[in-house]
Structure formats: C-alpha cells, structure tokens
C-alpha cells in the first residue's frame, strides 16, 4: 500500500487500485473460506488434488481462449479439437507404443486445426465465432468419422500422461502449472504478448503502429492449438479411453473460467493469474454442490447464472471505464 501512496494515491485510491487488480483473488479466497466452513471433507488433501486434476484440462484451454480474447478473438472448437487430437494421439500410441510421438501427434493436430481458423478469420475475413463454430462442427465430424463412433480402449501406458506422477504430484497438476508459467510470462514479457493487448484495445492503432496484426493473429492461433493439442492427449489419458464425442462443450467451460477470471470480451484486458482464479473458482463452486449434494440439473443453472453475471459485470466494467475516460478528457480540456 505505501507504494500507492508513495505514487500520489490517496486511500480510497489506494483502495480502489486494489480493488481493481486483486478482486478476484479476494473472491477465490472467500470462497476457498466459506467452501472450507459448509463441508469439511473440502480441505482433505485427496479433494483439492482431485478439483485441480479435474481442472486441469479446462484451465489449459482457458489460458488459450486468454489469449485468444485479449486480441479481440475467441474459439468455439476447442472442444471438438481436442476430441481430434486425442483421439489421434491414442491412436498413434496404439500403432507405434511410442509416448512422445503420440503427444507430438496430438500437439500437431491441435496446431493445424487452429491454423485453418486463423487462415479463415484473417486471410478471408470470416468472424472469429463463424469460423471457430465451422471447425468445432468439423473436428467432432472427422473425430466421429476416423473412430467410427467408437471408443478407442485398452490404453496401456498412454494413462501416464493423466494419471501419472513425478515426486507425488500429478501429472496433470505440472502440466497445468508450467503452461501457466508460460502464458503469464509471453503476455506480460514479450513483444507478442504486448502486441496482443494492442489488437484488442485498437486494431486500428495498432496497425497504425506498425504491428503485423495478421501474424500476431496467426501466432495466437498457433499458441492455442498447442495447448487445445496438450489438453487432448491429457484428457484422453485421465479418462483411460479415446472417446471421438469427449469434451463437449469444454470450450465453454473454458471461457467461462477466462471470464470470471477477469478478460473482457470487448479485447484488450486478461491475465493468465486471473484466468487461473477464475478457473478455481468455478471448481470450488462446482466441488461444494456435489459434496453438498445439490442436484445435478440446480448445478446447470448455477453455471449459466455465473456465466451471465461474469459477462455483466464485464459490460459493466467497460461503459464504467468509458465514462471515466471521457469525464478525464473533459476536464482536461477545461484546464
């Protein structure tokens, strides 16, 4: 705090800027508080690495949408994509036994996907909704067509990947943690991750800044099926089978977690930290009504009431930022 007020902030400033960069951490912390207070089964060490396990898989494509939405796009097949690429990657292990081929295979189905929709959305300008929604119905389609509807079984040493361990902690769980590490530093450290933030606030800025906006935009595409092509083989191997209908609507599980976690739709605005928060935060809620036994259906609405209420706050935040803005211009020209 003294550092606030060492920059000229007053409390209430000081208190506002707080408020403004840490809030979700103080929601996952309340949460975390009262989820701890209604059933004490939440803090046994067994629940918490299964809610991280669980949370693995989403949270891996929810640092891809991230990205994603901070440069004013979004992905609607992360889904179906990875169902492709796990269903591939499975198959490449059945085929060869080989561990690194069938995650590189995984990874490359989840890059040449993610590519085709970026060559649609920038080189022949189709919405990033319309072009993403085309190839979540395509990859499912190509899923269900190479596995003839049929569950891939019998994995044998594929389930290392997401049932496995390395000095007591999941697989999963270190997995999830150097992604984060990764994301968190490419959009606060590097040019391309600077570049995303420009795209989102202004496209038209940043072209006028000299920005490759069609390469960056290639590169986040690029970034994302990477990570839609981890999230695949992982899943796969949590769930001990190739399913070509697995995953559904993951996609949207994902973003809701990137919402809540503070990136606004409008571009421009995300971190990896708070995409992680939101993540949490959704488990935790989705953990205390099953260990409370709310009922599965209850369970949906809530999620949809989160989803609601995340993108309100969102539109909300925006117009409130605008305001601010044009009164700070007004009065500068006053003075």
Same mark, same amino acid.
């Given at each position: ?8 902030? $007053? ?11 840490? %809030? ?8 975390? &508080?009262?989820?701890?207070?209604? !059933? ?20 891996? +494509? ?13 992905? +609607? ?7 492709? %690429? *796990? ?10 036994? %080989? ?31 319309? /072009? ?9 389609? /190509? ?20 049932? *496995? %361990?390395?000095?007591? &902690?999941?697989?999963?769980? +270190? ?69 070509? !209908?697995? /995953? ?12 809540? @976690? @503070?990136?606004?739709? /409008? $571009?421009?605005? *995300? ?65």
């Amino acid at each position: 705090m003294s550092e606030y007020r060492w920059r000229g902030y $007053g409390l209430n400033e000081t208190w506002g800027v707080i408020k403004q960069k840490y %809030s979700i951490f103080l929601v996952l912390l309340t949460l975390f &508080v009262v989820c701890s207070s209604i !059933n004490p089964n939440f803090l046994s060490v067994n629940n918490l690495s299964n809610i991280s396990r669980q949370l693995s898989v989403t949270t891996i +494509l929810a640092f891809g949408e991230t990205i994603l939405i901070i440069s004013g796009m979004i992905d +609607l097949s992360a889904g179906s994509v990875l169902a492709l %690429s *796990g269903v591939f990657a499975v198959s490449a292990f059945k085929a060869t036994g %080989s561990l690194a081929l069938a995650f590189l295979v995984g990874v490359a189905t989840g890059v040449v996907c993610c590519l085709i929709n970026a060559l649609m959305i920038t080189n022949f300008r189709v919405p990033p909704f319309i /072009a993403t929604l085309a190839m979540q119905t395509m990859a499912r389609g /190509a899923a269900l067509l190479y596995t003839r509807g049929q569950n891939i079984l019998q994995l044998g040493r594929f389930v290392t990947f997401g049932q *496995g %361990s390395i000095g007591g &902690v999941p697989t999963p769980i +270190l997995f999830l943690a150097a992604i984060f590490a990764v994301t968190g530093y490419t959009l606060r450290h590097t040019r391309f991750g600077r570049s995303l933030y420009a795209i989102g606030g202004n496209e038209e800025a940043a072209v006028a800044a000299g920005i490759n906006v069609n390469r960056v935009k290639y590169k986040a595409f690029l970034f994302n099926g990477i990570l839609v092509g981890i999230a695949g083989v992982l899943f796969m191997s949590r769930v001990n089978a190739g399913l070509p !209908n697995g /995953a559904i609507n993951f996609e949207f599980q994902a973003l809701t977690a990137a919402i809540i @976690g @503070g990136t606004s739709f /409008a $571009g421009g605005i *995300g971190t990896a930290a708070g995409t992680l928060a939101g993540a949490f935060i959704v488990g935790f809620l989705d953990n205390i009504m099953n260990l409370t036994g709310v009922d599965s259906y209850v369970q949906q609405i809530v999620r949809g009431a989160i989803i609601a209420l995340a993108v309100i706050y969102d539109i909300w935040a925006k117009v409130r930022r605008r305001t601010r803005s044009s009164l700070g211009n007004i009065e500068t020209k006053e003075k």
